[in-house]
């Protein structure tokens, strides 16, 4: 019987009209019922390769291959992409762009109808294949009217339809919140115990790592660095995926990296789950946080939030009555799930929604008293699409342009641009589009543009969106820069991480009410804040919670890997 | 009112609904062909009260969603009608003047007729949209011998519709935090639509191009035909429909007259 799922060899790809490949002699095999991840830097050609499993690449997109792809026994090279549908089904980032009918049943029923199954064999499959994924219930419903979590759902569920023994999956939670990330990770895990074969490329490792039997690595180059068990790559390779090639990895194995590093415990393969941790630091001793955890006594408030409500005109009730401080100079998160009310008290705030109930004051300025076009030169919003926001045709030109609204005078103007240019390492690229560039320069430029013009208060939507580890570091480092000047951030995000490591307080929004405002380590001390609003506890702060259990005395303020290292005073 | 005016399928349980997309667009063709060889005020009245009344009772749909929407056909053909009026000023007899503005009586009556054409073909369409499941126009299409490529590609434009219109308002907010409002007047207008369109042409053809390569992964294209769970059936309720229209077009050109495509004036 053949074991095979996926065989790669030397198989090399370049883009028509690019000068490098993007896939460099990649040789991997995939047996059948494995479950493998693909990570890499953003642009070392994750994406590529899952398109290259079904012929997507070269038949459909062009270009230059060498060596080959066997699926399932298929040489992809001799197959168009309509035929391997039935040995390897593919799940893209987007689940909106994917779904091509108006209502869900549809959508399933499709792949099917494209191969000539009968009309009862159809609906049998799609009752099957709904119900594989949770949605048969929602059968009749519009696919724009449910969530993003049930769409990538529905993606699956209209790619299982057609039976193919493999799944390929290009980074499926990317647009999903916590809530929709859940759900595909539950899907997932019930795939991986039917046997399937899964391949995903993700730069999330937390969610999928305990279900991956294997681990392999892409480079800059787009060749395969690493490939091998989970735990040995990360034990082996760890410390270099995140500081050099600027790569996230799951916080526990993260941890042990740096622990093993102090010598605090012995030098062994890293854990993956809380679980495994526990054993290994149950007999760690905690002094109390060192200088780099700083508390603030007199904290001056930028933003006043009074009784808030909103209503939208189809009637939704966005905000009821919510009302919050947020402190110059610091970073405040705002959690919640999708259509929690996250971005529409954003909105109220830059003005783009107007003010009816409640108010706002941001720096003594009265939102109501305001238009939009005065707020902007206090207040910065830098949307969850760095596209949406470009007006100009070079980098250069978009933060000139900024400074031109406000009003600098033409010598302080190339300044202050060339100054921004510089902070945000964009040099290289001042003549160019903004639409040519890459995803993590886009958010920097974004950012630029709105910084640039000094404004006291910064609303970031989903800075991280599709970032890798390097990006998001250097982005949030900037930013800091700027908060030790004095610019008071808030941002909105799903990402628990990036609120761990860098938020200074949290404001939690569910059903439009808030339920929770403090510091972010006190977030999970109670049940009511994260289930409401369905946040997923960050593995630290599980492994924090188990290690209390079990009576070890971990400083209330550690909520990061690196105060949670240097609380450590002796070990084993 | 904006949330009243709605171009897109509005899902219920009618007559209008259940019947067959053919027959439908059939009624639809018959109304709009009427409406040029109608000359008569009287008639051009009737279609959209007959509209109106069908959208109402037999489709289900909301007064306000009908009236709203109408509406906007309205303005468009009063945009019309006032063109017809200055641009036949200087025919026939004045029956009306303040100032500098003359309205003849052959500019009133062109811009009647055009005006009601417009609306009624305008008011026609917007009754097959509400009524009819895109999904059963591709497969009425497909049941006239034209291929399923087009008929999806109508079925995938109609799904993006309301994406793009999202998009555009993202884009909007975006550009007003930049400092750019939206312009008014037509100029502002041209000016907006040269600012949105690039960043929406960008990212509609990133989106289309992730649908048509998921389409092509889900074997969309791997045959010359498709089966289908739902297959086309002329429905007995649509026939009706269209028998009926045609008797109401006889009946209205038999007593008021038929002319032709130029409106005559005597």
Known sequence: METKAIEISHYSYTYPGANSPTLTDINLTVDKGEFVILIGPSGCGKSTLIQSLNGIIPHIKGGDVHGEILVNGKLVAEHRVQEMAANIGLVFQDPESQLCNLFISDEVAFGPENILLSKEEILERVQESLGYVGLSDASWKYVYEISGGQQQRLAISSVLALEPEILAFDDPTANLDPVGTAEIVEVLRKMKSDQRTIIIATPWLDEFITMATKLVVLDKEGRIFACGQPNEILTKYGKMLLEEMGVWIPQIPELEIKLQEKKIIPAETVSLTVDESLNKLKNLDFHSPSSSIQKDNNPETIVSVNRVSFSYPDGTRALKGVSFDIQKAKLTAILGPNGSGKSTIAKLMIGLLPLSEGDIRICDFDLKKNKTSDITKKVGFVFQNPEHQFVQDTVLDEITYSLKVIGYKEDEIQQKAEEMISLFELEEHRDRHPYVLSGGQKRRLSVATMLVGQPELLILDEPTYAQDFRNVSSLMSVIKQQMSKGVSVVMITHNMRIVQDYADDVIVISHGNLIYQGKPEKLWLSDDYTTDATLKQPPLQRLMEELRKLSLEIPDEVRTVNQFVDCIGGGN | ?266
Request: glycine letters at 8%; hydrophobic letters at 55%; aromatic letters at 18%.
């Open chain 2, 1 to 266: 009112m904006g949330k009243y005016i709605q171009f897109q399928f509005l899902r219920h349980d009618s007559l209008l609904h259940r019947m067959d997309a053919l027959s439908k667009l059939i009624f639809v063709v018959l109304i709009s062909f009427a409406v040029y060889f109608f000359q008569d005020v009287r008639q051009l009245v009737f279609m959209p009260l007959i509209l109106f009344s069908l959208a109402l009772f037999a489709g289900k749909i909301d007064w306000k969603v009908i009236l709203c929407s109408f509406s906007v056909f309205l303005a468009f053909g009063f945009f019309v009608g006032v063109f017809q009026l200055i641009s036949n000023a200087s025919a026939g007899e004045i029956i009306f003047s303040a100032g500098f503005i003359r309205v003849s009586d052959v500019a009133f009556y062109k811009a009647q007729i055009f005006l009601l054409r417009l609306f009624t073909i305008g008011c026609a369409a917007l009754v097959y949209l509400w009524t009819t499941n895109p999904k059963y126009f591709a497969i009425g299409l497909i049941y006239l011998g034209i291929p399923y490529r087009f008929g999806y590609a109508i079925l995938v434009a109609l799904r993006f519709l309301p994406l793009i219109q999202t998009e555009i308002g993202k884009i909007k907010d975006a550009h007003l935090v930049r400092g750019l409002a939206s312009e008014k007047g037509i100029k502002g207008a041209i000016e907006n639509w040269r600012r949105y369109l690039f960043p929406v042409l960008a990212n509609g053809l990133r989106k289309s191009e992730t649908t048509s390569i998921a389409m092509d992964s889900r074997a969309f294209g791997l045959y010359k035909k498709r089966t289908y769970v739902e297959e086309f059936q002329w429905s007995k309720t649509g026939l009706a429909l269209v028998a009926s229209m045609l008797i109401i077009i006889l009946v209205l050109g038999w007593t008021w007259g038929f002319g032709f495509i130029q409106p005559r004036y005597s």
